[in-house]
């Protein structure tokens, strides 16, 4: 994700309970410490959870690897026969390392590390990569997920300026934010939020040179099943569900 469109933003806490902990991330983020304002998008400390709140696109937006459609995925998700494991070129027997260049919300990267992948997330937004480092704090915690939590490294910065990292993946990840379609279609409040938070992709043809340069086996794309090719580069293979597709490239072979 990129963090060069981030609009104006403060740091908020629902009780006095948490007011400590919201102050040093208002002096971490170097943001303001206001009162809760639901006309802002404002990061919020809760007791149970960190939370982005902007009322004018619905409820508090977080990130929960223990419960609700996470839980149910790492349950029943269909193990190596779905098409992200597919993608991805799981096999018994193997389990790549998977850099994440572009985390987001975290969500295919739990799903890489509930298949037993040791995975690196990316993520450039500060505020994102801090409802990251919540939501894999309270993952560690759970018996349920601890495992999985000690398979996921969180990185803050700019993919391509914090390659190479050590070891080098096997395979890397990109979901560069699309633009929506139809302006005027209903998009689930994660993704409108996503899209004010972050704005859409410029760097996708830095991040492909970038992923391909330095994966071992693969690099894999996801994309809307209908979109172009990311950076107008035409994959090995793909991989399709319903309304999405994984583009896979091989590495670039050095001269």
């Not at 580069?233 to 583009?247: C, E, G, L």
């Amino acid at each position: 994700m990129s963090e060069h469109h981030q609009p104006p933003c403060s740091i908020s806490f629902t009780n006095e309970g948490c007011a400590a902990s919201a102050a040093k991330l208002a002096a971490q983020l170097q943001l303001p410490l206001q009162p809760l304002d639901s006309a802002q998008l404002q990061l919020v400390v809760t007791p149970s959870q960190l939370e982005l709140r902007l009322t004018a696109v619905g409820g508090p937006v977080f990130i929960d690897f223990t419960s609700g459609k996470l839980a149910h995925r790492r349950r029943f998700g269909g193990g190596r026969g779905q098409p992200l494991a597919k993608a991805l070129g799981l096999k018994p027997g193997y389990q790549p390392h998977i850099a994440d260049f572009t985390a987001g919300l975290g969500r295919d990267a739990f799903v890489m590390a509930t298949l037993g992948c040791r995975v690196t997330l990316i993520e450039q937004n500060p505020l994102l990569y801090h409802l990251l480092d919540d939501a894999l704090s309270r993952a560690a915690a759970d018996p349920d997920t601890a495992d999985i939590a000690a398979a996921m490294q969180l990185m803050h910065g700019d993919a391509c300026e914090l390659m190479p990292i050590k070891p080098l993946p096997e395979v890397v990840y990109l979901d560069p934010m699309y633009p929506a379609r139809d302006k005027s279609a209903l998009v689930k409040k994660e993704m409108q939020l996503l899209h004010q938070l972050v704005g859409p992709d410029h760097n996708g043809d830095r991040l492909m040179e970038t992923a391909r340069r330095y994966a071992a086996k693969r690099v894999v794309v996801k994309r809307p099943k209908n979109a172009d090719y990311l950076a107008n580069q035409k994959p090995t293979a793909s991989v399709s569900s319903k309304n999405t597709r994984y583009d896979i490239y091989m590495p670039l072979t050095s001269g």
